[in-house]
């Protein structure tokens, strides 16, 4: 399988507003920013950083940070520039980092290495003496950021500017609809909805996440390993969480086979001795309440974090989706469309009550708050004939 | 109000497959396509046609059919260029008419002036002993085109290349929904879902049509004129049609108001004679077929052609889209997304049945050929935070 190297491009984003910056700033900005984007999937949980060095009007070198643990975007650029960083401007994605940590502080060894300006997209948060900009400036660097706002910094890089509930991990959830919203046409029937494009970024997509979550009609329909196979695995292999209520799933499961890395089956709790007797060791067994709903999805989003997952994704079915969405649990919505009219007897991703009520509690609608404004991350993107929207949960 | 002068932009045309064509050639074609765009609303029946002349790498002239009857984009473009035209190539996006009409014949036109080497995009239909390119060619200018396909020909002149079933005329719908596909909230509360820069779209959409139709739910619930007021409005404005099954509209609606243009109320044949001698010359009446789904859309459409009108944009409620889109008789459908997630609750704009049943022909559903697969035009457009996608039947 050839894995394409290419992140996807062109987000547009909101440079209208950075009006401290000229054209060519701008540009040059933009250009670390996607830069950064291809640190996706190894990086975390780092940010994904990257870097530009510009000497009269010349790029004289281009960094990222393309490994967790391995040198930031900043370094990785000084490294390539040389002697022709002195008096560059360097355009960083994200504020230099100040403190020395797993690598040198990025502030320093730009002002060592003679850098002149440096213009910043993203503040590094948490830096209750002042980041690596408020060092460069006292060291007489002429700096300017940050620029954009919290929201755009967070559809960058939506897990480090996370602010984490308790242990709850990150989640984002993935549905691919037809136009009229169904996930299956009449009848229930399987079928690929979305071409071979869009089952690449969604590949690309898992690379970037500690954890993969299905629901039970999920894989009892498709049977999927949930690995990385049409883009660069990552270091770690996403756990595969499985939703199991009953303890239904046999040895034979393909996620059992070959080497994917570990499983975990989310079981009500009376399913979890027969089914830890009769799986072994190929599966960790997580014991959940059972409510009227099914599986206590909150409880099970908290044994995920303290097991140290910190981003997950959902890919299916759409009652397990829609559960996320409508008990405020999900953070980000990759909505696949495909140009596609499943007609009346769809299966619906989102199922609508046949008669509109009032709000009198009745029925399983969630709250209406949960169903508030979400915000579009970046422009649509397309995938061969199918569309990609990338929604946030407003804060 | 101020109308934008600007038509939406950046629609990507599959210009890979130009292989004869340098990329400077592709540019220029591109653009002479985007050009033509200026006429939507003030050329049809004509098509939309662009047209950029260039010499020695330089564009020296470019021209758009602006108005019907008016200069054709090459006649445009020839004025402007005058002595310098000679010698150069011709980009158009529709190959140059031969015959005269209204108008000089282009290709004559264009050889007169010296042009050495024409490059069109759609053919001329219908030319049966060859069309403009032909006769180019029989008089020594380098021809190349047609370039692309039917479809894409169609989804940029969706009625020029429309190929009319009897009277019936084309006919796009119009649908603004949320991402989980409602069209209003929970209890059936009306509001917009979109925001202003999608309104304007809507309005510039009108502009193109013969006529816009709307359902009984939609002009009980927003009493819309249907007139043209956010864009430029057309020399003739368009036919405004309201279903109304039993003939209830009243005098006092707002599509009565002022000098909106003509008004075409379709009510149920038993409501003919009471709702005409109620109305007065306020409203043209047409009786319809009543059937077990209402008014009888394929006699109305019938109607509508015979009266003069090629073109429709239906512009809801969901009801009626749904119909037009189950029986076959939509050729385009607009859809505009906003970035919400309207809830379990919400108003479907296309509604499932509750449980899929196997293909029986029971239940209200149409068959199942009418929901198969619909063509993307372009990439998908953003107004403000909403999405327009703009899908073809396929041929």
Known sequence: MTAPREAPDGHELGSAEWTDLSAADRDHLRRAIRLGREGWGSVHPNPMVGC???RND???????????????AEADALAQAGGEA?????????????????????ALALHAAGIARVVYWAPDPGQEEGGGGRLLEKNGVRVQGPHGSEEEWRGE?????????????????????????????????????????????????????????????????????????????????????????????????????????????????????????????????VGLPVGPGGLDMACLLDVLGRRGVRTLLCE??????????????ADRLYLFQAPLLLGPRRVPAFPASDTPREENGE????????????????????????????????L
Chains 1, 2 share one sequence.
């Open 157 to 285: 890089n939506p897990f480090f500017f996370h602010r984490p509930q308790g242990n709850r991990p990150y989640v984002a959830v993935k549905l691919a609809v037809s136009l009229d919203g169904g996930i299956a046409p009449a009848g229930g029937r399987r079928q690929w909805l979305t071409g071979p494009e869009a089952q690449v970024e969604v590949h690309r997509l898992r690379a970037g996440f500690d954890a993969i979550l299905v629901g039970a009609g999920t894989w009892r329909a498709d049977d999927p390993k949930l690995t990385v196979r049409e883009w660069d695995p990552p270091a770690v292999p996403p756990l595969r969480v499985f939703i199991d209520p009953r303890g239904d799933m046999g040895a034979t499961a393909a996620a059992f086979q070959g080497d994917g890395g570990p499983v975990v089956l989310a079981v009500g709790e009376p399913a979890v001795d027969p089914t830890a007797a009769r799986l072994g060791s190929r599966a960790e067994i």
């Open 316 to 329: 299916g079915g759409g009652r397990l989706v829609a559960t996320l969405l409508a008990s405020g649990l």
């Open 86 to 106: 002195k008096g560059a401007t360097a355009y960083v994605s994200l504020e230099p980092c100040r403190h020395q940590g797993k690598t040198p502080s990025c």
């Open 58 to 72: 010349t790029v004289v070198a281009e960094g990222i940070h393309r490994s967790f643990g391995g040198p930031h």
């Open 52 to 54: 530009v060095l510009v």
């Open 363 to 394: 029925g399983t609608a969630a709250p209406g708050g949960s169903f508030s404004r979400w915000r579009r991350v970046r422009p649509p993107e397309t995938f061969g004939s199918d569309i990609l929207i990338t929604l946030d949960r407003s």
